[in-house]
């Protein structure tokens, strides 16, 4: 019985032993782990992972050079610690044309700078003249006289300021969003004929659709549909008769009043574009019949 007792207890002893081994291996691996990733990550901001080519895809008329100069990315500079979102905002602030501006890394050492140009969609009237707005209500210019041609003419919007290369804000904010929607919605219909919108009212936006007729839309929920239902509308009345003015009026979610009017009050002064656009588009004008008020579905 005694020699049983002390086997058992070789045993215990050597288990623990084994034990304390194994704790003190692992112990050992984690520390050699935890220095190799220490001097990889130490490494890879250092000498490793360095800009050595810089791509740059740009559609503006901004010298590639002075984009790369503008983003503040150096030649050697380390991609890891590289801040991709402030060099993209660098490019997008001192380019008035910018409309979005992407800088990617390409391990193991390139960088590409992506810059897409802002196209303009509409101009803004204010008090000395339009400031021409992209679709992301992004300033490129600011026009004293004649609004930019063949683009859409927005007044009531009441901007707030209206800086070059600034995004546009209103001195009401629901504006803002009102804006976007109208411009998009013009826009998709990709109609040249629908040249003016007066949205001093949002309750009552003003949608002027060539010379000779507007369209009171309500406010700017489901837009796109609305224009495409005014401007098929139009374009039956024009087939009738293309001299007389008219009143749109929407009724409920998908009818159209129509009522014939003798003068349309313009917001803004019908550019030059329009009437030559008008003369070319002119179907041949037919006998109408009178009518005071239809309603079109």
Not at 30 to 58: H, K, P, Y
Not at 75 to 83: E, G, M, P
Not at 209 to 236: Q, T
Not at 258 to 265: F, K
């Amino acid at each position: 019985m005694q020699e049983v007792v002390k086997q058992n207890v070789r045993r215990q002893r050597s288990s623990k032993r084994r034990r304390r081994r194994t704790r003190s291996h692992r112990a050992y691996i984690l520390l050699v782990i935890v220095l190799v990733i220490g001097l990889a990550a130490a490494l890879s901001m250092t000498l490793f992972f360095n800009v050595t080519e810089i791509i740059v895809n740009n559609e503006t008329d901004t010298p590639d050079e002075q984009i790369v100069e503008l983003s503040g990315i150096r030649y050697q500079d380390n991609l890891i610690r590289l801040d991709t979102l402030i060099a993209a905002e660098r490019i997008r602030a001192n380019v008035v044309y910018a409309e979005k501006v992407t800088v990617k890394r390409r391990f193991p050492s390139a960088v590409e700078i992506n810059v897409e140009r802002a196209v303009p969609v509409a101009n803004i009237t204010q008090s000395y003249g339009y400031l021409l707005v992209s679709a992301s209500n992004r300033v490129l210019e600011e026009l004293k006289e004649d609004p930019y041609p063949g683009l859409l003419i927005i007044s009531g919007y009441n901007p707030a300021e209206g800086s070059i290369g600034m995004v546009l804000h209103s001195e009401d904010e629901k504006r803002d969003n009102i804006l976007k929607t109208l411009t998009s919605a013009v826009a998709g219909c990709g109609d040249p004929m629908i040249w003016s919108v007066d949205m001093a009212e949002q309750s009552d936006i003003l949608v002027y659709i060539g010379s000779n007729a507007v369209f009171h839309m309500g406010n700017a929920n489901d837009a796109d549909y609305k224009l495409k239902l005014a401007l098929d509308v139009y374009g039956r009345l024009n087939q009738i008769n293309a001299s007389k003015k008219y009143k749109l009026t929407m009724v409920n979610n998908n009818q159209i009043s129509v009522l014939p009017q003798e003068s349309i009050e313009n917001p803004v002064t019908a550019p030059a574009w329009l009437s030559t656009l008008t003369q070319t588009a002119a179907p041949e004008t037919e006998t109408a019949t009178e009518t005071t008020s239809t309603a079109i579905e």
